[in-house]
C-alpha cells in the first residue's frame, strides 16, 4: 500500500532563502511518524510547506494525488488538519467558537455536533470550560483546543507542530497519551515535529532527524532511539 502522504525532493523557504533542500519522507497510512530536529533545522517549515503557506518544489503526493501546486484550503479540504506553533488559537473568543470554526468547511450540522462531543471524551476540560474565552484556558487546554479544532476538519492526516511546547510534563504526558488513542481509535495518520525527540519516539512508528534543512537519519523510532548520535544529541545518554 502507497503512504498516505509523500515528498520528494522537497525544497521551500522565504524569499530568496531556502530552508529544505530536497528532503524525501513519508507518513504511512493509519501511522505516526516524527520529524526530529533543533531549532531552526526547518522543521516547522517543513509543515508549512504541506500546507501550502510558503513556497516550495519538488513533489507532495497525499492519498495518490498531488497537492505541491494545491492552495491552502483545498489541501484542509483534502483531509489534511494542522495545529502549528502557537496553536493559532482564536484568544478573545470561546471554546465552542473556536470549535466551530474548525468546522467551517463542513455543511453537516448534525454531524459536526456529534464530532464535538465525541471530542469531548478525549478532551473533557474543553466541555467544562465550552463558554469561557480561549484567551483564559492554560497553555495545556489551548494546545487540547487547537488539535480538537484541527480534528473537527475530519482529517486523513494530522500535523502537529512542537505540541510540547511551553507545556508542564505532566500536561505533555497527557496530551501525547490522547494522541496515542486518536491514531489508534480512529485510525488517524500524525506527523509530529517535537523537539522533545524522547516523547516523539515513543509515539511514533517511524522517525526522520532533520539537520539544517536535509535529512540525516531515518527508520523505524526504535532504530533511531538506538542510533549512537541520536542518543548522544537528542536523547541525552
Known amino acids: 500500500m502507497p503512504p ?10 522565504y524569499g530568496e532563502t531556502n530552508v529544505l533542500h530536497g528532503i524525501d519522507f513519508a507518513v504511512e497510512e493509519g501511522g ?33 494525488q498531488r497537492i505541491e501546486r494545491a492552495a491552502t484550503e483545498d489541501i484542509v479540504r483534502r483531509g489534511v ?30 454531524g459536526v455536533a456529534a464530532d464535538i462531543a465525541r471530542l469531548f471524551d478525549y478532551f473533557p476540560r474543553l466541555r467544562e470550560r465550552l463558554r469561557q474565552q480561549a484567551g483564559t484556558l492554560s497553555g495545556g487546554e489551548q494546545q487540547m483546543l487547537a488539535i ?4 473537527l476538519v475530519r482529517p486523513r492526516l494530522l500535523l502537529l507542530d512542537e505540541p510540547s511546547f511551553g507545556l508542564a510534563p505532566l500536561i505533555v504526558r497527557d496530551i501525547f497519551h490522547i494522541l496515542r488513542r486518536i491514531n489508534t481509535e480512529e ?9 522533545n525527540a524522547s516523547l516523539a519516539l ?6 526522520y532527524l532533520l539537520e539544517t534543512g ?11 532511539r538506538q542510533d549512537e548520535a541520536v542518543r548522544r544529541s537528542y536523547l541525552g545518554y
Do not use: W
Open 202 to 207: 515513543d509515539l511514533a512508528d517511524h522517525a
Open 32 to 64: 505516526v511518524t516524527a520529524l526530529l530536529g533543533a531549532n531552526g533545522a526547518g522543521k516547522t517549515t517543513t509543515l508549512r510547506a504541506l500546507c501550502g503557506m510558503i513556497r516550495r518544489g519538488g513533489e507532495i503526493a497525499f492519498a495518490g
Open 81 to 110: 488538519g494542522h495545529v502549528p506553533d502557537g496553536r493559532g488559537t482564536f484568544m478573545e473568543l470561546t471554546v465552542e467558537e473556536n470549535l466551530r470554526l474548525g468546522a467551517y468547511t463542513r455543511r453537516d450540522r448534525a
Open 214 to 224: 536535509r535529512i540525516v537519519v531515518s527508520g523505524t523510532a526504535a532504530a533511531i
Open 148 to 151: 480538537a479544532r484541527a480534528l
Open 187 to 195: 485510525r488517524m495518520s500524525i506527523l509530529v515535529v517535537e523537539q
Open 4 to 13: 498516505l502522504l509523500e515528498a520528494r525532493g522537497l525544497t521551500a523557504g
